[in-house]
């Protein structure tokens, strides 16, 4: 291939600083939330069969990644590395947490300090909680708001599951006032029963927290589930900007609104006094430009299924699997063919790339493109003109906001 974007030991190297690794540890719900990931709007995740993730297979992996943290390939003197448990519910699977929680405390591993993390409904957290207060996780809270707002997430039956929650988070926030105070954060979920302003008011009044607020997923729809997903998808920007004190809310939540990200994004690419790294500072930055904003594999995450499939993303269809662990054959990833797989990506892109005025800062993901494995149409292209409007509606946010500047160059750590 003449553009050779990506090695296999660029590959080898993410590995080796891997940020995150975060295991799937059962794809087993105690809900059955309308607009779950897994559930009825989407096709392209493997059947739930209410499964456990395999003990023995993940630990041959901790292993195989131990290799690689301990290897030259790692630059990192001293990186935290988060290990994340996500469902399914994984408090559905505590056995496992114990176990791969137990082992990493044991590791053999001196330049890495390891941080625990679940994501979780909270269903079962008033017979875990004093366990995952000892081992300090941070724990992600998914919760959309007040009893209306939530009403899409219900157990098999179909019963609303709202104050069952909000009992148990009432029970952590009494018995670990500390804990709750630094090691809890919620995730909630927009759509047609919520708004931004109303989750934002909802978590900053009852617990003075500022949520995480995600959109619908808009990939792997099943074609016959379209006109449901429009009619429960909403768009967070616009929903934001209809409120009153939409300002407020948006300085508030800062990094997780929409319009801080960007402008946050423009002024790290585009200022020329955010550096990478010190080479960039002491030599300048890099020519070497991979075509889309896509993460390279493994350099935030590895998200390992249920079945031992190994992802760069949980939030990539399950189809774009790179590896496979199991109990007999262990850990199969074929750096080359991670390698050739993402520049017969990237070469698909590289074309409009080229031509994309927009192409220093793009933040799309190739994986999230119709059409990637024929001819890709990449919804973040800009032309000059688009590209110019983009760069006058930062400044102008800037020119009206100016001590957002010092505070995004100040507060704002990247990697």
């Not at 900007?241 to 423009?266: C, D, W």
């Amino acid at each position: 291939m003449d553009n050779k974007y990506l090695t296999a030991d660029d590959v080898k190297f993410q590995l080796a600083n891997l940020r995150q690794l975060t295991f799937e540890v059962t794809d087993a719900c105690n809900l059955c939330c309308k607009y779950c990931n897994y559930g009825e709007l989407y096709n392209d995740y493997d059947k739930r069969k209410n499964l456990k993730i395999s003990l023995p297979a993940s630990l041959k992996l901790i292993d195989y990644l131990t290799s690689y943290w301990n290897s030259d390939y790692n630059v990192s003197a001293k990186r935290y590395t988060y290990i994340s448990f996500y469902g399914g519910e994984p408090l559905l699977n505590m056995t496992f947490v114990k176990s791969i929680v137990d082992y990493i405390e044991k590791l053999p591993c001196s330049n890495r300090s390891f941080v625990f993390s679940m994501t979780s409904n909270a269903l079962l957290l008033n017979q875990y909680m004093d366990y995952l207060v000892d081992h300090g996780f941070n724990l992600l809270i998914s919760l959309d708001g007040d009893e209306h707002a939530t009403s899409y997430r219900v157990n098999k039956t179909g019963k609303v599951v709202y104050s069952d929650i909000i009992r148990n988070i009432e029970i952590l926030r009494k018995k670990y006032p500390e804990y709750f105070e630094h090691k809890v954060n919620f995730n909630a979920v927009l759509h047609n029963r919520n708004s931004v302003s109303s989750i934002y008011e909802f978590f900053k009044t009852h617990y003075n927290k500022t949520p995480s607020i995600g959109e619908l997923n808009n990939m792997g729809v099943s074609p016959d589930k379209i006109k449901l997903f429009q009619d429960t998808y909403r768009n967070s920007e616009e929903s934001l900007h209809q409120a009153e004190n939409y300002e407020e809310i948006e300085q508030e939540m800062f990094l997780k609104s929409a319009t801080y990200q960007t402008v946050t994004h423009f002024i790290h690419q585009y200022s020329g006094y955010v550096f990478r790294n010190y080479s960039d500072l002491l030599y300048g930055r890099t020519n070497k430009k991979i075509p889309t904003g896509t993460c390279l594999p493994f350099s935030k995450r590895m998200f390992v299924t249920v079945n031992g499939k190994i992802l760069p993303c949980e939030r990539i269809g399950q189809h774009f699997a790179l590896g496979k662990v199991s109990d007999d054959s262990g850990v199969e990833l074929d750096f080359e063919m991670i390698a050739d797989r993402y520049n017969a990506y990237y070469a698909k892109l590289a074309p409009l790339c080229k031509k994309c005025h927009k192409a220093a800062s793009c933040i799309q993901c190739l994986f999230n493109l119709k059409g990637l494995e024929d001819s890709p149409v990449c919804y973040g292209y800009m032309d000059k003109h688009s590209f110019e409007m983009y760069k006058s509606n930062q400044i102008a946010f800037l020119r009206k906001h100016p001590t957002d500047y010092y505070r995004i160059m100040e507060e704002v750590i990247t990697e």
